[in-house]
């Protein structure tokens, strides 16, 4: 408790934002964290999880939202992240997973209940719509079984008087009687036998409710975690090659160089997420990304790296035609990071 | 200026280009093409070869009152070093002067111009600047 509580340049770590680390992904799950880093610490990230009553939809997503390492290796050195590596959940107790099998189970009913009574309105609602529609064919459906109805009568009649072919004809008249009815009482018949099998249905939404089960797990033994984030930490010799003071985290040479150029435009006040749709490292609106177009297209580049002519058309091409400054972005020999804008001018 | 000078002044700048066409076997000819273009086809108030530290480029003025610029040609199928690209900014500063019958200026270097010149002739002109510049509208 008292190393949770450490100050950190006047920040304790009970106030820093906690990001999980596992399987290599950086994910927060706290929802008030996620807006904080957002409106405080302009970490846009990415929410990744999908909404419960909306599964299949992908315009907006719920929580976890999931980091970057350039964001991590930002939020570390500004200290305003914790990384909470190699965690491992407790196994709930038995009182923990009743109460949480006896929710699901009263969210499950009364889910269903909501959705039978959302069918009924709609069905009532569309009676009301086609009720003239409806009457005319109901109406020409009952003449049309009245006058089978009359002539099975007639055909009946006919039958008595000769009794030798009464054993046959009287079973057919006689589930034809039956099997002929006014459509409106057949309607309300099918109307509440619907009703009834849904009424009847035994709680197909309601998970089963076990009893001395604990929760599903991917494996075998219930006191292992729900996954596994036994993570490798690297050895001290590598890390002393890297002049990056995240024991936590290994960086290849990209990396580096993508976390330098990410931190350098992080001060200079923009708001930064990933540019795959146009080709570019990082996108740079110089304002939230829900409410400002972004100005920048940073194309992260090593200083010695060679690139041709016809790269710097594809860049310039791409980043103008989307109204977006191509940037070339990269680190010299002296640490310093250095920019080159990319402006299309014309062609002959 | 009336057309005769104009015709003189273009008959010193390509005799200028042919003679530093030896010398930059690659760039050379580029030069002379990229000249040629901003000569004729958009008529550039002025146009003068230059050389220096290994590099030859295009110093001109678009009309008379727009500021000098450098535009430096370049074959599309050119490969070049990023460290290359930001030192044309180094190389070149200090070295833009206009002389137009006037006091020569020197001006520091804010951006340049590629010229990059395809097998099939075109030019495509892009303006590298040595820092963040914002789209125009």
Redesign the interface.
């Given at each position: 408790k008292q190393w949770y509580q450490r100050r950190v340049r006047g920040r304790t770590r009970e106030m820093m934002i906690k990001v999980l680390h596992a399987r290599g992904k950086f994910t927060v799950w706290d929802t008030n964290d996620i807006l904080t880093l957002r409106t405080q610490h302009r970490i846009v990230g990415s929410l990744i999880g999908s909404l419960p009553d909306h599964t299949q939809q992908n315009l907006f997503h719920g929580v976890p939202l999931l980091l970057e390492i350039e964001e991590v290796f930002v939020g570390i050195q500004n200290n305003f992240l914790t990384l909470e590596d190699n965690v491992v959940f407790e196994t709930p107790s038995k009182e923990e997973v009743e109460s949480y099998w006896s929710q699901q189970y009263k969210e499950a009913e009364e889910l269903t209940i909501k959705e039978r009574e959302r069918k009924k309105a709609k069905e009532k609602e569309w009676r009301e719509k086609n009720h003239q529609t409806l009457e005319s064919n109901n109406n020409s459906k009952r003449k049309r079984d009245e006058q089978k109805e009359k002539q099975a009568e007639d055909v009946n009649r006919n039958e008595e008087k000769d009794e030798t072919q009464t054993t046959t004809s009287e079973d057919s008249s006689s589930n034809s009687e039956k099997n002929v009815t006014p459509i409106s009482s057949s309607t309300t018949q099918t109307v509440e036998t619907n009703q009834n099998s849904t009424q009847n249905e035994p709680n197909q939404a309601t998970p089963t409710k076990p009893t001395d089960k604990t929760p599903p797990t991917s494996t075998t033994n219930p006191q292992t975690p729900p996954f596994d984030l036994n993570l490798t930490i690297p050895s001290t010799s590598l890390r002393k090659t890297l002049s990056f003071s995240i024991p936590q985290l290994t960086f290849t040479s990209q990396q580096i160089l993508r976390c330098k150029i990410f931190s350098d435009l992080w001060s200079k006040g923009f708001y930064l997420t990933c540019a795959s749709k146009f080709g570019g490292d990082f996108l740079a609106y110089p304002g939230d990304p829900l409410r400002f177009h972004a100005h920048y297209v940073i194309i992260v580049v090593e200083f010695e790296q060679t690139i041709t002519a016809l790269d710097i058309i594809s860049y310039g091409r791409l980043a103008v035609s989307v109204k977006k400054s191509p940037v070339l972005a990269t680190v010299d020999n002296n640490d310093t990071v250095r920019y080159t804008t990319i402006d299309w001018q014309g062609v002959t | 200026m009336d057309n005769s000078s104009d015709n003189n002044d273009h008959k010193q700048q390509l005799d200028l280009i042919t003679k530093l066409v030896p010398l930059y076997t690659l760039e050379g000819p580029i030069l002379h093409q990229v000249y040629l273009?901003l000569v004729i086809?958009?008529r550039w108030y002025l146009i003068q070869p230059r050389e220096t530290n290994g590099l030859c480029y295009l110093e001109g003025k678009e009309t008379a009152s727009s500021p000098a610029q450098v535009i430096f040609p370049?074959?599309?199928?050119?490969?070049?070093?990023?460290?290359e690209?930001?030192s044309l900014f180094s190389k070149l500063q200090h070295k833009t002067t206009i002389e137009s019958g006037q006091n020569a200026t020197q001006q520091s270097l804010s951006?340049l111009?590629?010229g990059?010149v395809d097998s099939d002739s075109?030019?495509?002109?892009?303006?590298?600047?040595?820092?963040?510049?914002?789209?125009t509208e």
């Open positions: - | 273009d086809v958009k370049l074959s599309a199928r050119k490969t070049i070093k990023v460290d690209l930001f951006f111009t590629l990059i075109t030019i495509s002109y892009y303006r590298i600047h040595e820092k963040l510049v914002p789209p």
